[in-house]
Structures are given as structure tokens and as C-alpha cells.
């Protein structure tokens, strides 16, 4: 079975257009019980060749997470990383949290994108005629597996910092995803700050 990698046919149709600034975007942490939720914006270069090994970060290995960070960042044209705090997701929602953080990552690009691709649903605060939403966008487009690796790595090694404070969640391991030894921490020795009290993670508190 042949390998499928991400392409650049999404972005390759704005170019001809005379659109050469296209944003990916992707975040990372939706679904995690604990810590911030993180999205990227990469621009990639027309020409850009420097790697074929950019995918969907959940199908690399730290390791390569890493190498391709740093070929990323070399090479784009612009590339943004936002953060939203664990208290602004409690207070607002996951998803307005998301919605946040998207925003954030465009308007931090030192370049202004004439299109943006994002995975699966549109950034409402901005123009849609300027949008392009694609279903497992990470997995078919390279500027939104490349934002993708962006925050992956980012998120990944903030969590892993994190761990050193609040070691009995096992933080280094499962990013503040809900595994089974995460719920075990938490019905042995309760909720920390950095937990999404807006999830209902009560339902796994050790009963008074």
C-alpha cells in the first residue's frame, strides 16, 4: 500500500489565481481534559521544496515532528502560534476558545494571507469568500499539515514543562489527553488549574 502525503492541489489553485500568500491553519488540544488550546498559521513558499515529508502531525513520530518544525520555520514565508488559556476555555467554551485562537494565529502573521485553508469548519470573525475549509484538511493539504506539526510540537513541549509542576497527571505522556492513567490521577487526587473544569471532569472525582 502506497503512502499518502499530504498535497499542495488546494494552494496550487489560488497560486494560478495570483494569490501567492496561503495560509494554513490547524490547532491542536480540542479535546484534551487539561492545558491550553493551541492553533498555527504557516505560509509556505510557492517553490517550496525543501522537504516531501510533511503530513498530519498525529502520523509522525516526535522525532520527525521536530526535524520538519525546524524546516517549516527556516523556510515559510510567515508562520504564527497562538495559545488560549485553560481559564479563557472554561470561561468562554472549547469551541469559542478554538475560534479565538484561529484568529489570533492570523493576525499574528507578519504577512497578510490572501487565502486561508483550514481543517474542517470556517473562522467566523473572518470573511469566508476568503476561506477555504477542507475535511481532514491536515491530511490532504501541506500548509495545514504544516501548521498542524507547528502546534503539535509547540503544544507538545508546553505540556511536557508542565509535568514538572503537576507530575501525578503524567503530563509528559499524555499531553493533558484523558487516558486511563489521567483519570485515574484524577480520582485519586482531584482537579489542578490546569484542568477544563467546562468538560465535566467532575464525573471522575473520587465520590465524598
Known amino acids: 500500500m502506497v503512502k499518502q502525503f499530504p498535497t499542495f492541489t488546494y494552494e496550487s489553485k489560488f497560486w494560478t489565481q495570483g494569490k501567492n500568500y496561503v495560509a494554513g491553519l490547524d490547532e491542536v488540544g480540542r479535546g484534551c481534559f487539561a492545558g491550553p488550546v493551541v492553533a498555527a498559521a504557516v505560509i509556505l513558499p510557492v517553490n517550496f521544496k525543501e522537504t516531501d515529508k510533511i503530513n498530519d502531525s498525529k502520523k509522525l513520530s516526535p522525532k520527525v515532528r521536530k526535524e520538519l518544525e525546524s524546516i517549516i520555520k527556516k523556510y515559510a514565508i510567515s508562520y504564527a502560534i497562538a ?23 492570523v493576525a499574528k502573521l507578519q504577512v497578510k494571507p490572501d487565502q486561508i485553508l483550514i481543517d474542517a469548519f470556517f473562522i467566523h470573525a473572518l470573511s469566508k469568500k476568503n476561506q477555504t475549509p477542507i475535511i481532514h484538511g491536515d491530511a490532504i493539504s501541506i500548509s495545514i499539515a504544516a501548521a498542524s506539526i507547528l502546534a503539535k510540537v509547540y503544544r507538545d513541549e508546553l505540556m511536557m514543562d508542565l509535568h514538572l509542576k503537576y507530575d501525578k497527571y503524567d503530563f509528559l505522556t499524555n499531553k493533558g489527553y484523558g487516558t486511563k492513567k489521567h483519570r485515574d490521577a484524577i480520582y485519586t487526587y482531584g482537579l489542578c ?9 467532575e464525573k471522575f472525582l473520587k465520590p465524598n
Do not use: K, P, Y
Open 193 to 201: 488549574e490546569l484542568h477544563r473544569t467546562s468538560f465535566n471532569l
Open 83 to 105: 495559545e488560549i488559556s485553560v481559564s479563557v476555555i472554561n470561561a468562554v467554551g472549547i469551541g469559542n476558545a478554538v475560534q479565538m485562537a484561529f484568529v489570533n494565529a
